[in-house]
């Protein structure tokens, strides 16, 4: 479980700025998300976290270690303990469910890891899933299997980008049960991504509120139920 | 970072082998005495044959692009019986080298009108060279309506009629393609003189060409390349330009299927449209070469059986290294900062000089004592080779690795797999079908090859285009028609060959 | 690591490179020709000869680009031309080096150089190929002028002037007619429609396949068609007059060339009786020496008046006209 922190960062896309003198402070231990309209930065900030980007000011620090500062990533991605479920889940479409698991793992030299992905399959019941191709999945198994692989690495931090902005109501329901599970089961950290804020106040233990950049208010579900923010109230509304 | 290495070290070796004898040769033209003679030569009759000549390709490749997109259509996105059979035959006139159809289209309208007149003209021209670039141009747009994801279409469907969706969605989809087709189609059409030259129609090369055959004038001849070269470089930019600001579209991270069309009522036309194109500009041409040929293929095998080891091992490293160093070039331009895609421009210019060029400021660079081991073997002609076809492999790999999601990548650095090993694994797995397609014709297009190995061949090979051509020089009609027969056979079987060991590796486990 | 030696390994194989007992001999005779000659000479000596051969002339920039592009370093020992007009632009461009051969001491010096830079042997003459069947209505022309008619009206065809021995008999004949009756002529045959074909194997191909009349050819051209089996027939053109276009092979040393002594000892069988006999019987070229011995189908040079012309000035007329001809072509 790690503790993130980022103090005033500021980040632009080809001159087009996205985040400005950021704060934040996220939980460790918690499911936080994050909520905004596109472009208030939320994927930005996620993709900080991973270090997949770098900030050109502040600095952010995971479990009280700076990992950037001075526009230079102090502690490479691999390295922070950290898994991500893209948007479009980004799975290997050469590969197989077994190996899009196995990939990582084999990586870290990891004995035994047959018995590792047998495990995570299991858990979320998908093990005669494979030997399947992605294109052979429906959407939902999709999803079980990107967030299988993110788990099977055992990250402590899982970020999550609006994994769930394809799928019906029903299965929607379905996954944010297994993922309200997930962080307790794995005992991690969850940053989630979304625009939909019934579904960050069907989850959530903290919720940032993110407009042009700038957080317009953090707190628990009640907390921001009751938020007095002009923004905050007109967001909730819609 | 290592592969970054890797791209400074092709860059550099690229700029050393190949495009320091261009500038060598430039520069010594511009530094000669006659120079400002010769630039006098270049007066408005000059500039008026390179206007016509541009009209010309350009028309030419307006109509093979427009008739790429109807056939890759009918043969990538619909279930039309013997789809695949049907894309292997279209690409027949790629195979041969252009005069040799010319040769053949000509005796097909003599034998059935006894004129020809109409062939040994612009408008012939425009028939011949278009109906043996339209092969390239339904590769490279069949391969991107492939990339499709069906999601794309099927949600415009839902909405609109197919027709519209061929048009609002499908085609600005495809138009890094249409554009590349486009492009690469005008360079080959405007620097081809084989063609023009026996037909007897005046074009721009056709002009270059005579500067060097028959006036020996090449530093005129170079001053006139030039002019070429600059309208490469406005070609580049224009490309570079639109590019940037067409759509890009990804392979499915959901699973990649593809859309097919139902042509319904439309099949039994569609059919015939494609049987009837492969009538004209396929089984025609062939069936003189083979009406011709057939009593002489014993002989014309005889002739060209020492040939064939040397040519094809020497296509195959060729088109080997090729596709290599496309793409190192593919893979960094992507990425690229502007400092990168300098070799992007460097690669197309060479493409875009006219093979006897190229081949004279090679023999002047490396016709020298310490350089003659590599002059008086195969390496001076896979040099050129990786020179003149890098373009073409470096478009068709990097307009494949443009629709490879960045998530597919950033996944694999999250889980520390190192650059080289994502290459190896993710991206080149992936975009493997582009990688057997630039194979396939930069070992096509090397096989083939003629004006740039006359210049270069060391004294003593014997290579396959070569014996073709001299012996051409004064051998009976019958035995030219079985030669070109045999070579083209030879290629198809390679390919075919090609074709089955890319299945096999494609079916192993990653 | 593994791949990078694997490019290495495929580099190296492609720069293997043997350098025996060689001479490296450029020729723009045709291969089905010349390659058999050469080959022999290496039975016979042991040297290795490794060629390089032209193709036709539109096709390719082919062999004399080469040697000129190779001139500070020459790859080649020994220029074997199909006509004298390629050697003396060497030659002008100071890329020949003088040599007499013993062998041909009793050619005659109207086919040498006159400083020993060239020697020429086994002639071919231009000559009119003409389809028996089609001609047969009409009179048989006898004299290069009479191509003029209106009876050949889009009926005769001519290889490109610009190249090869076209160019060297349109040079031979404003040498001998003079600027003037030489255009003259040539606006006459425009007039009347002359096809312009892409080579003399072209007019040979048109000419049997009935789309011109006739055309004006070489001998070695002409008697292949004839061996074909077509239906030709060959008139050697104004014997009563100007004379028929003799054209020798011609062959010479390259200046500062690798392999001199061997490239001498191919020269001295090139110029041979022998050499003369093959290439009689393969392509009916016609023998300098005297006495060699030739099929009976094949002329002889004591039975053709040939064109009165100096080599040298022609060559040097051919350069004058050039931008005439292109003019004419392309009109």
Known sequence: MSKIQFRNISHSYAAESVLKALDLDIEAGKLTCLLGGSGSGKTTILRLIAGLEIAQEGSISIADKTVLENEKNLVASPDRGIAFVFQDLALWPHFTVFQNLAFGLREQKQNNFEVEIKDILSRFSIEDLSEKYPHQLSGGQQQLVAIARALVLKPKILLMDEPLANLDVKLKRKMLDYIKKIKNDFNLSLIYVTHDHKEAFGIADNIVILNEGKVEAQGSVEEIKQSENTFVKYFLEY | ?510 | MKYLSIVILLFVMLSCNNDKNVVVVYTTVDQVFSEPILKDFEKETGITVKSVFDAEETKSTGVLNRLIAEKDNPLCDLFWSGDPVRTIVLKNKGITEAYTSVVAKDISTVFKDAEAHWTGFSARARVLIYNKELLSQYPLPKSIFDLTADTLKGKVAIANPLFGTTTFHMAALFSLLGDEKAKQFLGDLKNNNVVIASSNGDVKKRVIQGEVFCGLTDTDDAFEAIKEGANVGIVFLDQDGIGTLVMPNTVNLIQNSKHQENAKKLMDYLLSKNTEAKLAKSCAQMPLHKGVDTPTDVPSLDHIIPMDIDYQKTAQKLEEIQLYLKDWVED
């Not at chain 2, 721009?204 to 090449?218: G, K, L, R, V």
């Not at chain 2, 875009?352 to 660079?365: D, E, H, N, Y």
């Open chain 2, 1 to 510: 970072m290592k592969t970054n290495f890797l791209y400074k070290v092709t860059f550099v070796l690229f700029s050393v082998f190949v495009l320091l004898p261009i500038l060598y040769t430039l520069f010594s033209v511009f530094l000669e005495e006659s120079f400002l003679d010769n630039l006098r030569l270049i007066n408005s009759s000059t500039f008026l044959l390179l206007f016509r000549s541009i009209a010309i390709s350009s028309l030419i490749a307006f109509l093979s692009t427009g008739l790429g997109v109807l056939l890759a259509f009918l043969l990538y996105k619909t279930k039309l019986s013997f789809r695949k059979g049907f894309r292997l035959l279209l690409l027949i006139p790629l195979f041969v080298s252009p005069y040799i159809l010319a040769v053949a289209w000509k005796d097909v309208l003599y034998l059935f009108f006894e004129n020809h007149t109409f062939i040994a003209s612009y408008k012939g021209l425009v028939l011949i060279l278009t109906s043996i670039f339209t092969p390239l141009s339904i590769l490279i747009i069949g391969s991107a309506l492939s990339n499709i994801n069906s999601q794309i279409e099927e949600s415009a469907l839902l909405i609109v009629s197919p027709r519209t969706v061929m048009f609002r969605i499908i085609l600005p989809l495809i138009k890094p393609a249409l554009i590349s087709s486009f492009v690469l189609v005008f360079i080959f059409s405007i620097s081809e003189f084989t063609v023009p030259s026996y037909l007897g129609v005046k074009v721009f090369t056709t002009e270059i060409f005579t500067q060097f055959s028959a006036f020996y004038n090449h530093a005129l001849a170079v001053i006139q390349s030039a002019l070429l070269i600059l309208i490469s470089i406005f070609l580049l930019f224009s490309e570079g330009k639109y590019l940037s600001e067409a759509a890009f579209l990804s392979i499915g991270t959901k699973g990649n299927q593809q859309k097919f069309h139902e042509l319904g009522r439309f099949k039994i036309v569609a059919l015939i449209f494609l049987l009837a194109y492969l009538f004209s500009s396929v089984l025609m041409p062939y069936f003189m070469l083979v009406f011709q040929g057939m009593n002489d293929l014993g002989k014309a095998f005889d002739l060209l059986k020492p040939t064939i080891f040397n040519s094809v091992f020497l296509a195959l490293g060729s088109s080997v290294l090729i596709v290599l160093v496309g793409f190192i070039v593919a893979y960094f331009s992507v990425k690229a900062s502007k400092l990168k895609k300098i070799f992007d421009w460097i690669l197309l210019i060479v493409f875009a000089i006219p093979s006897i060029i190229l081949g004279i400021s090679f023999i002047k660079f490396y016709n020298q004592s310490a350089l003659s081991f590599i002059y008086t073997s195969y390496a001076i002609i896979v040099i050129a080779y990786i020179g003149k076809f890098t373009f073409i492999a470096s478009k068709l790999i990097s307009n494949a690795i443009r629709q490879v999601p960045k998530s597919l990548n950033e996944q694999a650095i999250l889980i520390g797999i190192s650059p080289l090993k994502r290459i190896r694994k993710i991206l080149i797995p992936i975009i493997a079908p582009s990688l057997f397609v630039a194979f396939v014709i930069s070992f096509i297009f090397s096989f083939s090859e003629l004006s740039l190995t006359m210049m270069l061949y060391p004294p003593g090979t014997e290579i396959m285009p070569i014996k073709v051509f001299t012996i051409m020089a004064n051998a009976p009609q019958s035995l030219v028609s079985a030669m070109s027969l045999i070579v083209f056979s030879i290629t198809l079987l390679l390919i075919v060959i090609f074709h089955l060991v890319y299945q096999k590796i494609k079916n192993t486990n990653v």
